[in-house]
Nanobody, 122 residues
């Protein structure tokens, strides 16, 4: 059994910063990519940032230069440092981990966290 839990959301003024964390735990054999998605009310969920097990990163154009994704492999944790926040960054942020479990380490599955709310006031 695997659990993915996000933390660090909250309310911040425009121009401020927040740091999100996401920890995966349980029967994990290995983790490939870890990603952050976000979903604003009435809109589709979309990819914000992704980091591979080797540390390669990619970002949505709307956050490039403001957000930084990083991970701590021994802790199975991924972070999203968000700077210069804008009201349009307001959304529920979801963590996704592509991983292999100890009982099925020949297959990769995607696990989602429950989401954490980020609200940026103008």
């Amino acid at each position: 059994q695997v659990e993915v839990v996000e933390s660090g959301g909250g309310l911040v003024q425009a121009g401020g910063s927040l740091r999100l964390s996401c920890a995966a735990s349980g029967s994990i054999f290995s983790i490939n990519a870890m990603s952050w998605y976000r979903q604003a009310p009435g809109k589709q969920r979309y990819l914000v940032a992704v980091i591979t097990s080797g540390g390669s990163t990619n970002y949505a154009g709307s956050v490039k230069g403001r957000f930084t994704i990083s991970r701590d492999n021994p802790k199975n944790t991924v972070y999203l440092q968000m700077n210069s926040l804008k009201p349009e960054d307001t959304a529920v942020y979801y963590c996704n981990a592509e991983l292999r479990t100890t009982d099925q380490h020949d297959r990769t599955y995607a696990y989602w966290g429950q989401g954490t709310q980020v609200t940026v006031s103008s």
